[in-house]
């Protein structure tokens, strides 16, 4: 979702703005504009579409030692140029990017600035109209960026450049995230570390309701009511290689290669020397003492959560409930007496988990965030963190993040149950390898997938993905990952489900994919694509080694029952990205999409 970039100091501001741009392309957007102040003025450059069209606005002589820069994803108004960030005061003294959403804008223009003309559709515009008020009656920029602040109701990431004054950026921040990053006679804005990667890896961690004053040499944090804040940075350790392509012609493809790597990566970093699972101490109390969990996440994310239920179910004993974080917020179900929450977010910023994670903390409960992004704001205000270990995930289609959820929450079950005393015939660190394995031997089989994915999905507008049991979860992430990417509809169902109405919408040639990994329903879910294939669907059944039938169009390595959605899901992916691809679709960066959901 938006991102924001911000430099002060003495290279090539407009360059370094615009690379700090597209390293948060991923994100999302549908424009883009970036404004570089020197001592003619304040020079905006805002552009619909993408940040290569910004680049051909960008007038090269534009230079500046001090710039800021946005990608915008639309909330309110369409994407145009005069919705783009970023936006200016009245007499073009503010300039100023906005990530988040301001909810009380409208009563803010009525009290502050009535009369006044507004030229975007944007929440945004009001801020910094209402900074340039309140400088003409008299406050200091300061003064003036904190009153505005202490009217704002909602979420925000700021960035704000005064014309008048060519040293310094004020940055304010409110449940969106934004990082400032320190430098060598530079100081950086951004809304993630590796946008500016390319300048520093030393970076500001930023509190709710904090606003910093960044010059060249000095970085100043203070709470709104201008007390100063002491604040070490701390270094980002990201691998700058890791954010690069390499010979992939998409992150995507690179992103679902990369999980046997991850999934060794997770077996690696969750045993000690002799080979047992490390988990903290306090982890494992805080699952024994609930009497109940409750797992809250969104789309990938909330698929994985439904097959961490099953695992820690089957194997700790412990009662789990899985809720879309966004119906969570609005319509808290009745808690159980002692209730743990576990957040599943890669990002670790997803605005509708994080509205459930203040509620539940105001309750005073606790919570456990399984995320991607240790210093993210999900873990950070989470009582517990467990990391994924994957690496930077790009492309907005989420690929290695959930199988690394998959493992660590088969990890996190296996533990708790082992502290229990609760004999399990399993050793996830040797299925782990195992799946490890049967990734590889999946990633290896492009040119099949490719086939698999014209014969059945290219050219339809529809698909059906049918499983039963974690093959039903894993049905529901696999259609996620076709219409995401390439606008295909894609529904999943439990095979039981069809008779009771989705079996109306199967014609001649509809395409069902359909998985058969787990043995109990290996009958039944085979009787289901009997039942479509009557009414002339075109069926792609994906089974597993040992559970395999006359027909099946693929079969995937075996591995153990519980462990297969992390296998047979990448059969799933791989169908989407080429089903995408050959559609000509931008995979890495579907339409209307946002790597990071940071608002509600
Ligand atoms: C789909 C996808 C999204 C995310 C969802 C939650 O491929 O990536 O459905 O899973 O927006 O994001 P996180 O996991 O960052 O909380």
């Known amino acids: 979702m938006c991102g924001i970039v911000g430099y002060i100091g003495d290279k090539d501001t407009k360059e370094i703005l615009l690379r700090g741009l597209e390293k948060l392309e991923y994100r999302g957007y549908d424009s883009a504009g970036i404004a570089v102040l020197n001592d003619e003025g304040v020079h905006v450059f805002k552009e619909k579409g993408r940040i290569a069209a910004l680049r051909e606005i960008v007038d090269p002589a534009s230079e500046g030692s001090i710039g800021i820069g946005h990608t915008r994803w639309a909330t309110h108004g369409v994407p145009n140029r005069v919705n783009a960030h970023p936006h200016q005061s009245s007499t073009s003294r503010f300039t100023l990017v906005h990530n988040g959403v301001i909810e009380n804008y409208e ?21 910094v109209q209402m900074i340039e008020k309140f400088t003409e009656e008299g406050l200091s920029v300061e003064e003036a960026f904190r009153k505005a602040l202490q009217q704002l109701k909602g979420s925000y990431a700021i960035a704000l450049l005064d014309k008048q004054d060519q ?25 993630d570390a590796m946008a500016m990667l390319q300048v520093t890896d030393q970076f500001l961690e930023l509190m709710d309701k904090e606003m910093v004053i960044v010059t060249k040499e000095s970085t100043t944090i203070k709470d709104l009511d201008g007390n100063v804040i002491a604040r070490q940075p701390y270094t980002a350790e990201i691998d700058a290689s890791d954010i690069e392509k390499g010979t992939y012609p998409h992150y995507m493809l690179k992103e679902i290669d990369e999980q046997p790597f991850v999934i060794r990566k997770i077996i690696q970093n969750y045993q000690d020397e002799s080979g047992k699972l490390k988990l903290d101490e306090s982890i ?70 994080r509205a459930v994670l203040v509620q539940i903390k105001k309750l005073g409960y606790k919570a456990l965030t399984i995320t991607n992004v240790p210093g993210s704001t999900l873990s950070r205000e989470a009582d517990f963190t467990l990391p994924l270990y994957a690496g930077p995930e790009i492309a907005v289609a989420s690929t290695k ?36 394995n049967a990734m590889e031997t999946m990633c290896d089989s492009k040119e099949e997938m490719t086939k698999i994915a014209d014969e059945y999905l290219s050219a339809h507008r529809n698909s059906f993905f049918l499983g039963r049991g974690v093959d039903f979860y894993v049905c529901l992430e696999g259609a996620l990952k076709l219409k995401e990417i390439s606008y295909i509809q894609a529904e999943g169902f439990a095979g039981g489900e069809l008779k009771h109405g989705p079996i109306a919408l199967i014609e001649t040639d509809t395409p069902v994919v359909a998985l058969a990994t787990q043995e109990n329903v290996n009958l039944s879910i085979r009787g289901n694509v009997k039942e479509v294939v009557a009414r002339g669907a075109n069926p792609c059944i994906i089974s597993m080694k040992g559970l395999e039938a006359e027909g099946d169009r693929f079969v995937i390595p075996a591995v153990h029952e519980l462990l297969a959605p992390l296998v047979s899901v990448v059969p799933l992916q791989l169908i989407s990205y080429y089903a995408a691809l050959h559609r000509g679709c931008d995979v890495d960066k579907p339409r209307n999409l946002a790597k990071s959901v940071t608002v509600e």
């Open 401 to 436: 993040a959930y199988t690394a959820q998959l493992a660590v929450l088969a990890i996190l079950a296996v533990d708790v149950a082992q502290s229990k005393g609760i004999t399990l015939e399993f050793n996830p660190l040797k299925e782990l390898a195992i799946v490890a």
């Open 107 to 127: 009563q803010l223009k009525r009290e502050f600035l009535s009369g006044h003309e507004f030229i975007s559709e944007t929440d945004t515009e009001v801020i």
């Open 284 to 353: 494992r109390k805080a699952m024994k003492e609930a009497d109940r969990l409750y797992i809250v996440a969104s789309g990938t994310s909330y698929h994985a959560g439904l097959i961490g239920k099953q695992f820690i179910e089957k194997m700790a004993k412990i009662p789990v409930e899985v809720h879309i974080g966004s119906e969570f917020a609005y319509n808290m179900p009745l808690l159980s007496e002692n209730p743990l929450f576990i957040f599943i977010s890669q990002s670790g910023e997803t605005a509708d988990s």
């Open 167 to 191: 040293d310094t950026i004020y940055v304010a921040k409110n449940k969106s995230p934004l990082l400032v990053g320190v430098g060598e006679d530079c100081n950086v804005v951004a809304s």
